[in-house]
């Protein structure tokens, strides 16, 4: 984030994003105002509260798609949620400041993440070591050091009664027993265990044994959960229970493979040098200084003003909502939260109500208005072939796993544009998902009869998208139930 300018911002969110450039500005400029601000002293920066943002369009013209990417860029703790699934405090439902909660637990995944990727170096050597243990193991169940083997019972008759004589008095040796030395047998055994030791981490660092079978240990913990009434609503919450009165964590064993056992054992691994405590922190420090929470559907909790009566999903929510995006402390397992500076993104697409329809003390609490555009023909033949992701490039990349060559001429991708532009021009405007639509009605002969197509070479051009698509967009009625 530090190092991209508002002009770079913008061009990041274009590689996905056809058009909307308002919407495009007014991003980049609140995420590089979170740059500025952090260079600034403390006690400026504290004063310095985020612009939160009001984006207003219909649907399917990008709303999410920047409030998502935008997060990608600054790699920033990053929350959807609809404003719909909120009721108003002493209700049942989530209440908001689940949201922030949900948030948090987000940030905490990315640091972990982050941190388990730093430790890979380090736990490696330790990995490589214990996967050689089990290989061994696997092979030979027998071939085990002498110390090993006294410690697991397999002793001369005499030397078994005298270690049965020390445990009944309480006596076990960690590392062996008196008047036990080892004898010219285990010597000779230990050698032959070392040569094998040495082939078997050849044959690893080799690469040869990543689909052999191994038994590793790990955690049996499924996650806990119930549903309380807490102050704030029904919430759901997770338990993490102990296994045994000593607080010991139970483990099962299973089988996998050398390349999954050695993902399982780097993960416990690492997760023994990460400090938990300095974690959390950091995790609430970036979901307070960098967090954005984007909230849909903003409109739906927007109430006319000759209702009446009291609507738990509407201006009870918005008086709910009122202090997190204002400021406020919110508590959380990991640590309280402070809401002053989460970049809230408000989304609605208002067709049945107006920004004015909020309650006066939200509209101002979202004092950037953005407005979206709806999409037109020339951007549907922009978004099927400008961006990184365009749809398709999608389907090519997905049929060429059956070996099939999908080609789409020019003409066919304006056609199938034209195509999704009637169609929301006479029906509802869906925004770009009309296209979603459009081309599965297109494709679906040849993304059935691929497996067994014979020419594994097929071209879309305007006739076949004409010929398929036709019928559909002159007869309005049935366009309504398959477009």
Do not use: C
């Not at 009721?87 to 972990?112: N, Q």
């Not at 998902?433 to 879309?460: G, N």
């Amino acid at each position: 984030m530090e190092s991209l300018t508002p002009r770079q911002i913008v061009a990041e969110l274009d590689r996905f994003i056809v058009g909307q450039d308002a919407a495009k500005r007014a991003v980049a400029i609140a995420l590089r105002n979170r740059h500025r601000r952090q260079l600034l002293p403390p006690e400026i920066r504290n004063e310095i509260l985020p612009k939160n943002i009001l984006m207003i369009g219909p649907t399917g013209v990008g709303k999410t798609e920047i409030a998502r990417r935008l997060a990608q860029l600054a790699k920033a703790p990053f929350l959807k949620v609809e404003a719909t699934k909120f009721t108003e405090v002493g209700y049942v439902g989530r209440d908001v400041e689940s949201m922030i909660r949900d948030l948090v637990g987000i940030a905490v995944r990315m640091v972990e993440t982050e941190r388990m990727e730093e430790a890979r170096p380090k736990v490696a050597g330790t990995v490589e070591q214990t996967l050689v243990n089990l290989l061994l193991e696997a092979e030979n169940p027998e071939a085990k050091s002498p110390s090993e083997r006294r410690g697991s019972g397999s002793l001369r008759p005499d030397r078994e009664i005298l270690r049965k004589a020390f445990e009944l008095f309480g006596q076990k040796l960690e590392d062996g027993y008196p008047d036990d030395p080892p004898t010219e047998e285990d010597e000779e055994d230990q050698e032959s265990i070392e040569a094998w030791r040495e082939e078997i981490l050849r044959r690893l660092r080799a690469g040869q044994m990543e689909q052999a079978e191994v038994e590793v240990e790990v955690e049996d913990n499924p996650g806990s959960f119930l549903q309380i009434f807490s102050p704030q609503g029904l919430e759901e919450m997770g338990l993490e229970l102990p296994a045994d009165p000593f607080h010991r964590a139970k483990t099962k064993r299973r089988k996998a493979t050398v390349a999954e056992a050695r993902e399982i054992l780097t993960r416990q691994e690492a997760s023994k040098l990460i400090d938990r405590s300095s974690l959390y922190a950091e995790a609430i420090e970036r979901t307070e200084q960098t967090g954005i929470i984007f909230l849909d559907e903003i409109d739906k909790v927007a109430s006319k003003r000759e209702g009446h009566g009291p609507d738990v999903s509407r201006e009870g929510v918005q008086r709910d909502l009122l202090p997190i995006i204002e400021g406020s402390v919110v508590r959380t397992k990991y640590g309280p939260v402070r809401t002053d500076h989460i970049l809230f993104i408000a989304a609605g697409a208002f067709h049945m109500s107006k920004p004015s329809d909020l309650i006066p003390e939200l509209q101002g609490r979202l004092p950037i208005r953005v407005e979206l555009e709806p999409l037109s023909e020339a951007d549907f033949r922009r978004i099927l072939r400008e961006p990184q992701n365009a749809l398709s490039k999608q389907y090519r990349t997905l049929l060429s796993t059956e070996g099939v060559e999908l080609e789409f001429t020019d003409d066919a991708l304006d056609a199938i544009a034209a195509v999704a532009a009637e169609v929301n021009a006479k029906t509802e405007n869906i925004g770009a998902r009309r296209l979603h639509t459009v081309m599965e009605r297109l494709l679906e002969d040849v993304l059935f009869d691929a497996p067994d197509l014979p020419d594994k070479r097929v071209t879309i051009d305007a006739e076949r998208v004409r010929t398929r698509l036709q019928g559909l967009v002159e007869d309005v009625d049935l366009s309504r139930y398959i477009l």
